[in-house]
C-alpha cells in the first residue's frame, strides 16, 4: 500500500488465510499417485487417510470453486473471489480450467465442458490463450503483482505460454483431438515461422509469454528459453494427443487426435524395452481405442503390459 513495499507481500494483512481453486486442483490430480505408492508399499493407513482426503477435496471445489460457467480461481484473504462472474476484472483465469478437468473434476458431469468452453468463449486469441479476462487496468492491492504488468502482458492477460498445454491436455481429456491440436499449432515453433516478423523470437523455441489481446502488439513473443512450455507441450503432445504415456505397471496407449488423422505410427522406449506402435483410425474418431494387438496376441483393455529389457515388440493400435 506504500511506494516502495513489495507488492509480493501486500495481502493477508489481517492474518486470514487465501485459498486456491487450482491448487485444490492440484492435490486432486496428484493426490490418487500419492495412494497408490503407498498401497504399493504397504501403507495402508496412509493411503486410506490421503484417499479420504483427496475425495473431500474433490467435493469441496465443486461446491465452492464453480462459479457456474467456469472454476474461480481462488478466494483472497478477505473472502472475495477471484476469477468469478461478479469480478469486474479477472473474471475468468486460464489454470483452474486446466488442472480442475485434468484432476477429472466435473468431468462426469458437463462442468469440465462448460469451463473449456468458457475458455473458448473469453480467453482464446490466434496466438494462444490468455491468461486472464478481461485484463486488470488498475492496481489491485488484494492481489499485488498480477494487476501491476501492463494490460494484456506476463500474468495481466498475457499469453502465458506455460499453462496453454494444460487446456490442450484437459481437451483430450473430454475427448476433443481436434481442438486439442488447433490450440496446440497457435503455439508450436514448427506452425508459426510464418509469424516470425511479428513474434520476434526465435523461431525453433517456444517463449514464457506473448502478448495477449490487450497489449499494443498483440502476438509479440518475449523471453524466450525462460519456460516450462516445451517440457509441458511434450508432455501434452505425447502422452495426450497421442496418448503414449507410462504407467506404474505398463504402457497407456490412449490417443486423441484430430479426426481427420487416418493413423500414426510411434516408437517407444520403456524401461529397456522397444515398442513400435501403428496407430491406425479407419473409423475418423477423435478418441476410443478398439483392439489392441501386440505382436500379434490382443490386449484386453488399453495398457501395454511391461516386457523383458532388450525386447522389440510391434503393437497395432486401432481406434474406433
Excluded at 494483512?13 to 497408490?36: C, H, K, N
Excluded at 486488470?136 to 501492463?150: A, C, F
Excluded at 504402457?251 to 522397444?274: I, M
Aim: charge should be negative; hydrophobic fraction near 40%; include cysteine.
Amino acid at each position: 500500500m506504500t511506494p516502495g513495499d513489495s507488492f509480493q507481500t501486500c495481502s493477508n494483512r489481517d492474518g486470514q488465510t487465501a485459498e486456491s481453486i487450482f491448487i485444490a486442483a492440484m492435490f486432486v490430480l496428484y493426490g490418487p499417485e500419492f495412494v497408490f505408492i503407498c498401497r504399493l508399499r504397504g501403507m495402508e493407513e496412509e493411503a486410506d487417510e490421503a484417499e479420504h482426503l483427496v475425495e473431500g477435496m474433490h467435493r469441496t471445489v465443486i461446491e465452492h470453486g464453480w462459479d457456474g460457467q467456469w472454476f474461480l480461481r481462488a478466494y483472497d484473504d478477505a473472502g472475495d473471489k477471484v476469477g468469478g462472474n461478479d469480478c469486474d476484472e479477472g473474471r475468468i483465469f486460464i489454470e483452474p480450467q486446466g488442472f480442475c478437468v485434468m484432476a477429472g473434476i466435473g468431468v462426469d458431469s458437463d462442468h469440465a465442458r462448460l469451463a473449456l468452453d468458457s475458455v473458448r468463449e473469453h480467453l482464446e486469441t490466434p496466438h494462444g490463450i490468455v491468461l486472464n479476462s478481461p485484463c486488470y487496468s488498475r492496481y489491485h492491492v488484494n492481489l499485488g503483482e498480477i494487476s501491476s504488468y501492463p494490460p494484456g502482458y506476463k500474468e495481466n492477460a498475457g499469453i502465458f505460454c506455460h499453462n496453454n498445454p494444460w487446456i490442450i491436455i484437459a481437451e483430450t481429456i473430454i475427448g476433443r483431438g481436434d481442438r486439442a491440436f488447433d490450440l496446440y499449432q497457435r503455439l508450436a515453433p514448427a506452425y508459426i515461422e510464418e509469424l516470425s516478423d511479428l513474434h520476434k523470437t526465435e523461431p525453433y523455441v517456444f517463449s514464457q509469454m506473448v502478448a495477449g489481446i490487450d497489449a499494443e502488439r498483440h502476438g509479440e513473443a518475449k523471453n524466450s528459453w525462460l519456460t516450462g512450455t516445451a517440457a509441458w507441450m511434450y508432455v501434452a503432445t505425447t502422452q495426450y494427443v497421442l496418448g503414449i504415456r507410462p504407467d506404474y505397471e505398463g504402457l497407456v496407449v490412449d490417443p486423441c487426435v484430430p479426426a481427420h488423422w487416418d493413423g500414426f505410427r510411434v516408437t517407444r522406449r520403456f524401461r529397456g524395452a522397444v515398442y513400435h506402435i501403428e496407430v491406425e483410425n479407419p473409423e475418423h474418431v477423435c478418441k476410443g481405442v478398439a483392439s489392441i494387438r501386440i505382436d500379434g496376441h490382443a490386449v484386453e483393455g488399453n495398457m501395454l503390459p511391461l516386457l523383458p529389457a532388450g525386447t522389440v515388440a510391434s503393437v497395432h493400435v486401432t481406434l474406433g
